[in-house]
């Protein structure tokens, strides 16, 4: 559903964040309502695939407050009150970017400069150089800030340091350097900020009084965030959900249920919590620990890369739903929606890019993929039956035991290799159905067969066979002899297209 990062560990280099400090999920100052964007949409609505803002509470559920023509919506913040939302609009293009200030009450949208940040409090509004203010009408050039305080302060940051604009416009450095670190989040008044110090420390920095609280030492992983008022900061260690004072004491661990991959927002006391789980958004009671699910979310994504015709493609999803259609033609599905929902290609598609669209399951969202490249040959391994209770072996001996390091072939053994995207065969079999089980059907491009060990020792590799695995729908079949020497990998191209692997265990 949603476009956000899951981790800040790619940040393990030098790196400077001076964008704003925004979200793709703030909740009001009470808590009772989450805003979101996502490019999902509400089932059984014409609403369309485009970049749309929700919003939700306990009485209302799922609501849509405002959908974007062509844009896409990124770095939202919001009024306490949930009166007034802040975003950017990128085009497709990425060109002429440009931001939007929205009353979300009646949906009455203004046309901004770009990359705005509100302050929590409505009061002031930085856009295109300016800080506004908006109960005078005035205006004043500041520096791109990361956040905008409640009294018309600003952080920002350089590639030496923090700075901290006061109302009267004295400019102060209140950390540096900056060089090696990322600011996180940042509380409504822009006194502290949590910071990331490369590769991986964070912690809060009191920029009044340059006092730093660790809070990698309390077991930070992903996730800082601080509450708007400061006083409390949530996020996820390796096992849990955990929120603690601002200045590292009182801290706790949420419950099981409710650890989810991380907090996105907070209330303004911290008292609510809203964590972002495997099945969906959850809404946590801080002070008793109990949670309830606010939403359930779709994810779908193929798991190749390049999709084939006539091949199986199988997709990582949550929440999965019983309907898939592929560029709006129904795709039915070829596994049960619990599992990981299987598809078939058709052998007549002539698409030169798919897109998938998700519908059905306990989610109020329908969900839709990015579009895939098609291709007329890229091979993958492809593990049959269901790959979270077969380890994902795609490589079976004669007895359809699978080759494991605990089950190796022997050398001079014939193994039977389960692939995708191997193209065209010399009988074609109709969309849907099996392979005859009578007859063989190769494949007709020649394909190099090479085995390749960790010594980059290479040599041909004797296949029996190549094509469709009799009696099954989309499924190659590889027949190979296991080489003399070693394990190593099973690699094979056309000499045109991107190169497969499939490693095979040799005792």
């Known amino acids: 559903m949603r476009v956000v990062p899951r981790s800040l560990a790619f940040l393990a280099f030098p790196v400077l964040c001076v964008g704003q400090h925004t979200s793709e999920y703030v909740a009001t100052d009470d808590g009772s309502r989450l ?69 979300t009450g009646t949906g009455l949208l203004g046309i901004l400069g770009d990359n705005p940040v509100l302050s929590r409090n409505g009061r002031f509004l930085y856009h295109g150089g300016f800080l506004l203010d908006r109960t005078v009408n005035g205006s004043r050039p500041v520096p791109r ?6 009294d018309g302060s600003i952080l920002y940051g350089d590639r030496q340091s923090l700075h901290r604009v006061w109302p009267d416009g004295t400019d102060r450095v209140v950390w540096s350097p900056m060089r090696n670190a990322a600011l996180v989040s940042a509380d409504e008044n822009a006194d502290r900020v949590v910071i990331l110090r490369a590769p991986d420390s964070f912690f809060v920095l009191t920029s009044t009084t340059g006092k730093e609280t660790d809070l990698t030492s309390l077991g930070a992983r992903f996730y800082p ?21 601002s200045n590292g004491s009182n801290c706790k661990l949420l419950p099981s249920s409710s650890t989810g991959i991380g907090p996105v927002a907070l209330s303004r006391d911290g008292a609510v919590l809203y964590a972002d789980s495997r099945e969906g958004i959850e809404r946590v009671d801080t002070a008793s620990g109990r949670a309830q699910r606010a939403f359930s979310v779709n994810m779908l994504y193929p798991l190749q890369e390049h999709l084939v015709p006539g091949s199986l493609v199988r997709f990582y999803a949550i929440n999965a739903g019983d309907h898939i259609t592929l560029n709006g033609r129904d795709a039915p599905l070829l596994s049960a929606p619990d ?15 798919v897109k998938f669209t998700m519908y059905g399951g306990v989610s109020p969202f329908e969900t839709f993929t990015q579009s895939y490249p098609v291709s007329d040959f890229y ?10 209770l077969n380890g994902g072996n795609a490589v079976y001996r004669l007895d359809w035991t699978p080759a494991t ?35 063989e059907c190769r494949i007709i491009r020649p ?33 190979v002899r296991v080489p003399a020497w070693g394990y190593g990998w099973l690699e094979f191209t056309d000499g045109l297209h991107a190169r497969g692997f499939v490693y095979v265990p040799v005792r």
């Open 225 to 245: 965030l601080l509450s708007p008022d400061g006083s409390r900061v949530a996020f996820r260690t390796d096992e849990a959900s955990k929120i603690c004072s």
């Open 145 to 150: 800030p990361f956040a905008v305080g409640n």
């Open 339 to 353: 599992g990981l929902p299987i598809v078939q290609i058709p052998w007549e598609l002539t698409d030169e890019w």
């Open 447 to 479: 394909v190099d067969w090479r085995w390749l060990t960790y010594s980059e020792r290479t040599e041909p590799a004797e296949v029996l066979f190549a094509g469709l695995a009799p009696g099954m729908v989309g499924v190659y079949q590889i027949n």
């Open 35 to 103: 805003f979101f964007i996502s490019t999902d949409r509400i089932v059984g609505t014409s609403q369309s695939f485009r970049s749309k803002l929700f919003a939700w509470d306990v009485a209302n559920g799922v609501r849509l407050v405002y959908e974007a023509p062509e844009e896409y919506i990124s770095g939202l913040t919001i009024s306490g009150d949930g009166a007034l939302a802040v975003f950017r609009l990128i085009p497709p293009n990425e060109s002429e970017t440009r931001g939007a200030l929205l009353y």
């Open 405 to 439: 390091s605990e089950n190796p072939a022997a050398p001079g053994e014939i193994v039977q290799i389960y692939a995708v995207g191997l193209g065209a065969v010399d009988c074609p079999v109709p969309t849907g159905k099996p392979a005859p089980i009578d007859r």
């Open 379 to 388: 091979p993958q391994a492809f593990p049959p039956g269901n790959p979270e």
